[in-house]
C-alpha cells in the first residue's frame, strides 16, 4: 500500500499563503487533498491525475493552485489569499484507480494530515 507523508502547514493570518507537500512512496495515478474543519466533514478540495487533469472545488478557484513532481511521487498545494475558512486537517489521499472526482470513497490511502490554521 502506497505511503502518503504531508507537510506544510502552520498558522497564518487572512491573507497569507502556505505551500503543503504529500509525499508518496509510490506510483500513484490520482492524488487529492481533502480538509476537515472540527465538526464538520471532511471535504475534497483538489485532485490531480498522472495526466495532469486536475480540478479545485469552487470555494478554492482562483486562490488555490495543486500540481505534481511526477519523478519526485510528490504533490503541491499552493495556498494563497487564505481565509480563516480554509482552516482545518489537510489530507492527502491517493487511488491507483481511474480518480477524477472528489469524493473520499474514491481514494485508497491517506495521510496523517497537516494542520492549517488562519486567523483573522
Known amino acids: 500500500q502506497v505511503q502518503l507523508v504531508e507537510s506544510g502547514g502552520g498558522s497564518v493570518q487572512t491573507g497569507g499563503s502556505l505551500r503543503l507537500s504529500c509525499a508518496s512512496s509510490?506510483?500513484?495515478?490520482?492524488m487529492a487533498w481533502f480538509r476537515q474543519a472540527p465538526g464538520k466533514e471532511r471535504e475534497g478540495v483538489a485532485y490531480?491525475?498522472?495526466?495532469?487533469?486536475?480540478r479545485r472545488t469552487d470555494s478554492v478557484k482562483g486562490r488555490f493552485t495543486i500540481s505534481q513532481d511526477k519523478v519526485e511521487n510528490t504533490m503541491y498545494l499552493q495556498m494563497n489569499s487564505l481565509k480563516p475558512e480554509d482552516t482545518g486537517l489537510y489530507y492527502c489521499?491517493?487511488?491507483?484507480?481511474?480518480?477524477?472526482?472528489?469524493?473520499?470513497?474514491?481514494?485508497?490511502?491517506w495521510g496523517q494530515g497537516t494542520q492549517v490554521t488562519v486567523s483573522s
Open positions: 489521499a491517493e487511488t491507483g484507480g481511474a480518480g477524477g472526482q472528489l469524493r473520499a470513497d474514491m481514494f485508497d490511502s
Open positions: 509510490g506510483y500513484t495515478n490520482c
Open positions: 490531480i491525475t498522472q495526466l495532469g487533469t486536475e
